[in-house]
């Protein structure tokens, strides 16, 4: 079995600061993906990135960077400098790579709010 | 604007009802997935169809069916409509089952 951990439900920064948006997988499968989706208010969700198990490379996009650790399982979020266009749910999600068995798992989502 | 088109935008119907949901994937895109957003259950990922073939299946209630058509639309069958039933309703595509999501705007389903 599959499963995504976003323990954070809900954080609240002021703007500029940075915040990290913690996930947490389980996974039997030695080949998997790691995602990450942005729902904002206006409720349509949107892809940020996709990641694969064989690459440990962490990746920044602008003031959005990513850290993936095999190591303890993590795939966690940081926006830097953060804005209020920032406010959103969050989504981790996992797809495993084992054969035609392709069910994706999404965490239960990190709601940011950021405080002008 | 994804290119995963979904209707009808809002519905509103009764308990016991049977209803149709409509998506239309990304050009090329050859998966297809269904989710039901409820303010008490996050994202609950439904079903996956890829190329007209079924692939995984999640918490799938047995009153609701999907299917994928040839030209790759799909649609979500709900029937004797309950009022849990009530949530918002997403379809995503992707060009293979290991590649990110594209999600629709959603279906607001409203059961009274």
């Known amino acids: 079995a599959q499963k995504v951990t976003q323990a954070q439900t809900e954080i609240s920064v002021v703007e500029k600061e940075d915040v990290t948006l913690d996930c947490v997988y389980e996974t039997r499968d030695t080949t998997y993906y790691l995602f990450w989706y942005k729902q904002p208010p206006s409720g349509e969700l949107v892809f940020l990135i996709r990641?694969?198990?064989?690459?440990?490379q962490n990746e920044i996009s602008g003031r959005y960077s990513w850290n993936f650790q095999k190591s303890t399982s993590s795939f966690n979020f940081t926006i830097t400098a953060s804005q209020v266009v920032d406010s959103a749910v969050y989504f981790c999600?996992?797809?495993?790579?084992?054969?035609?068995?392709?069910?994706?798992?999404f965490g239960t989502g990190t709601k940011l709010q950021v405080i002008p | 604007d994804s290119g995963v088109t979904q209707t009808p935008k809002h519905l509103i119907t009764a308990t016991g009802q049977r209803v149709t949901l409509r998506c239309s994937p990304r050009s090329g895109d050859l998966s297809v997935y269904w989710y039901q957003q409820s303010l008490d259950q996050g994202l609950q990922f439904l079903i996956q169809y890829y190329n007209g073939e079924e692939r995984a299946k999640g918490n799938i209630l047995e009153r609701f069916s999907a299917q994928q058509f040839p030209d790759l639309h799909s649609e979500l069958n709900l029937s004797s409509l309950e009022l849990g039933d009530s949530a918002l309703y997403f379809c995503?595509?992707?060009?293979?089952?290991?590649?990110?999501?594209?999600f629709g705007p959603g279906t607001r389903l409203t059961v009274t």
């Open positions: 999600a996992l797809i495993p790579n084992s054969g035609g068995y392709q069910k994706v798992t």
């Open positions: 990641r694969n198990s064989f690459d440990e």
């Open positions: 995503a595509s992707s060009a293979a089952p290991q590649y990110e999501q594209y």
